[in-house]
């Protein structure tokens, strides 16, 4: 009692020294012991995710998994192995790789005399491996999560965390061999995720710099006025007209010359035109970038990938380290569902030596897939026609069940036999299910099969194999069941041949 008079005076003088309001309430109630109750209340966070994150239920990662399959079929196709870097990298190995959106990097306090950053892309930790790694030649795919201060759409897949999927070639080969590469890659994967309607914008950066030349624009202006020609996809003209002028002091002569030409699209036509430029011909850039464009338009029609590029010299990529082919995927402007660009890459044949001690290059290009968007349109497209309801969201091959009472000992006796031979199942964890109960299970979860093990079968040395679709039974010997079983899944295609 002693104790609690003495914390009663404690409590009675902290409280009359505090303000009125909220915080004396708060200071109280902890000064008196009662820690939990109203107090605890007022502090508990707000269950949300963070700004521009999500998280993704069951179904939603299955669907996640299979489009990711997808995709890392096609990469690994074109003879690509994969590596991964860390999620963070010290803070001036970024520094001045992103043009504009470098204001979009997250920065982390310095911890332990490092100061570092989230990562915003994987191309420049790409770069950081292979100059640490003394690296010249390698085709790779990297999976993995980046991060950019952005403002979120988290219903066009626009988000501040969110997964990328890279497919890049370094190393010094024939001209545009990788590149056409690059783009049958894209391709194939959007075509493959069944997306939609879409098209590949390709430009060339060396092309972009002669242009700009040609109209005026100071070669220390370059980069910024095409991270503004970038924006024409989501600004009308006037927008982007007013922003080089009044942001980035062109004069309105300079900026109605690249008009003429950023406004072009086409094919192998285009760059006839533009070879015939009297202006772009003084422009050793400009020549380079159209005989590249006219190599890699001929591989493309090669690679049966001709009538979903088109030649567009808006787009610029306002990243800075980009030096040759350019190209970004977007869907058709008549297609409902847009969510802005799905895809894009290039050429960075610099980037290298930029990180390597003794500035050795070497020439890479490559493409990012922005899987974060392409899986809203898929999640959408899911939920319109109720696909969602048939995704497989386990990959159980059988289910283990018993038809009496008393089977639990011998339902784990089978399941570790199924697991032991690789089989991925699993069992009810109620001792005495009912049976019908269990057999729906299967049938929500589309478990290919179930064993149903009964007392009378079991005194015969047999179990039963059900087929869940068709619900069509066969009784197996128990001292070959497992062999029967990888038989039937391999014929069912569950189980490849290695």
């Not at 056409?180 to 060396?206: P, S, W």
């Not at 690789?422 to 009810?428: D, L, Q, Y």
Request: with cysteine; net charge neutral.
């Amino acid at each position: 009692m002693a104790d609690s008079n003495s914390d009663s005076k404690v409590a009675v003088r902290m409280f009359r020294r505090l303000v009125s309001g909220k915080a004396a309430q708060h200071q109280w109630c902890v000064a008196v012991g009662h820690r939990e109750s109203k107090v605890s209340n007022a502090v508990s966070p707000m269950l949300k995710t963070a700004k521009g994150t999500r998280d993704y239920d069951p179904v939603a990662m299955a669907l996640r998994q299979r489009a990711l399959k997808q995709v890392i079929d096609v990469f690994e196709r074109h003879g690509a192995v994969t590596i991964d870097t860390p999620v963070f990298e010290r803070k001036e190995l970024l520094r001045g790789m992103y043009g504009d959106d470098a204001k979009l990097i997250y920065d982390l306090q310095d911890q332990g005399g490092e100061l570092l950053a989230l990562r915003y892309d994987l191309t420049v930790p790409f770069a950081r491996y292979l100059a640490m790694s003394n690296i010249g030649h390698i085709k790779r795919y990297q999976i993995g999560k980046v991060y950019r201060r952005d403002n979120p759409q988290i219903g066009r897949g626009r988000y501040r965390e969110f997964l990328q999927c890279d497919f890049d070639i370094a190393g010094t080969y024939e001209p545009m061999l990788p590149d056409a590469e690059c783009l049958k890659v894209l391709v194939d994967i959007l075509d493959k995720l069944a997306v939609g309607d879409f098209t590949v914008m390709l430009n060339h950066r060396k092309l972009l710099d002669g242009i700009f030349g040609a109209s005026g624009v100071p070669a220390d202006k370059f980069r910024t006025i095409g991270s503004s020609v970038d924006k024409l996809d989501k600004l009308p003209w006037e927008g982007v007209r007013d922003e080089m002028i009044e942001q980035k002091g062109l004069d309105e002569e300079t900026v109605d010359r690249i008009r003429t030409y950023v406004t072009l699209t086409g094919g192998v036509e285009l760059i006839e035109q533009l070879e015939e430029d009297s202006q772009l011909k003084h422009f050793e850039d400009a020549i380079e970038g159209l005989r590249d464009m006219r190599l890699l338009l001929k591989y493309c029609e090669l690679l049966g990938v001709q009538d979903r590029i088109t030649f567009n010299l808006s787009l610029a990529r306002g990243l800075d380290y980009y030096t040759g082919v350019i190209f970004e995927a977007v869907l058709r402007a008549t297609d409902e569902n847009s969510v802005g660009s799905l895809a894009g890459g290039g050429r960075y044949d610099n980037l290298v030596g930029t990180f390597h001690r003794k500035g050795q290059q070497i020439p890479c290009v490559g493409v990012s897939i922005g899987f974060e968007r392409i899986f809203s349109l898929l999640e959408s497209k899911a939920s319109r026609s109720g696909d969602q309801r048939k995704v497989r969201i386990a990959e159980t091959q059988v289910y283990v069940a018993s038809a009496h009472k008393g089977l639990l000992l011998k339902r784990l006796e089978i399941l570790n036999q199924l697991w032991a031979a690789g089989i991925k199942a699993e069992h009810s964890y109620k001792r005495d299910p009912k049976l019908l109960a269990q057999l729906r299970y299967c049938e929500e979860q589309c478990i290919p099969y179930a064993l149903i093990l009964g007392d009378a079968e079991l005194g015969r040395g047999v179990l039963k194999l059900r087929s869940v679709s068709d619900r069509q039974e066969e009784e197996l010997k128990l001292d070959s069941f497992v062999n029967e079983v990888l038989d039937r899944l391999r014929k069912g295609g569950a189980i490849r041949e290695t």
